[in-house]
């Protein structure tokens, strides 16, 4: 089977970094993707690693470390609109394509 | 460009009503999928295709019905609906399944089943 375990909740400044973690168990592993859903919307890829090390598009960085089945998606100078909920999935394969596992997502709480 | 469509937005069903969920991409995407998302539960495979006329089983398909007759719709479909069945559904797309592809989702069906 597949897990990913992901804190429930973060609350963080305006202006500060925040890391939210993710750490997973799966077969078939192929890469790790983050994506943000703001209340009653619909989620929207931020990152995607596959291979270990940092990935950075503008205020997000996403890492991966395949040999400590982890993850983390880092959010600098936090913004208000950055309340979100942030979910990491894994993308393994299986019956001849690539599948997401998504896991059950982080609320991120920016205040003044 | 639409993207990702879903219609209806909201739905209130009757325990043992019947429906269908319509999920419209104009990205011309070979894969698609049927996601559902409980509070606190993330989001769970019900259905997918890879192409025009397949569809394929996710981690949750009990219950649920698919169909991919045309490359641009995949409809989801409930035969006998229960209460169990209220949640919110997404509908996603992607050009061709490949491992480094973002999935497009939908606005979402919200379905309440009394």
């Known amino acids: 089977g597949q897990s990913l375990e992901q804190p429930s909740e973060v609350t963080a400044v305006e202006g500060a970094i925040v890391q939210i973690n993710c750490t997973y168990q799966t077969s078939g592993f192929y890469g790790l993707s983050w994506y943000q859903q703001h209340d009653g919307g619909a989620p929207t890829f931020l990152s995607y690693n596959a291979l270990d090390g940092l990935e950075e598009t503008g205020r997000f960085s996403s890492f991966l470390s395949r040999s400590d089945s982890y993850g983390y998606l880092l959010l600098q100078e936090l913004q208000m609109k950055d309340s979100a909920s942030y979910f990491c999935a894994v993308i393994n394969s299986g019956a001849g394509s690539y599948q997401l596992t998504f896991g059950k997502g982080t609320k991120l709480s920016v205040i003044p | 460009n639409a993207g990702v469509t879903q219609t209806p937005k909201f739905r209130v069903l009757k325990t043992g009503q019947s429906m269908t969920l319509l999920c419209a991409q104009d990205?011309?995407?070979?894969?698609m999928y049927w996601y559902r998302q409980d509070p606190g539960m993330g989001l769970r495979l019900i259905h997918y295709s890879v192409g025009e006329g397949t569809t394929a089983k996710g981690e949750v398909p009990d219950g649920y019905n698919v169909s991919r007759l045309k490359k641009q719709n995949f409809l989801l479909g409930l035969e006998s609906a229960a209460p169990s069945q209220t949640s919110v559904y997404f509908c996603a797309s992607n050009p061709t399944g490949g491992s480094n592809q973002p999935q497009h989702f939908g606005d979402g069906t919200r379905l309440s089943i009394l």
């Open positions: 990205m011309n995407h070979e894969y």
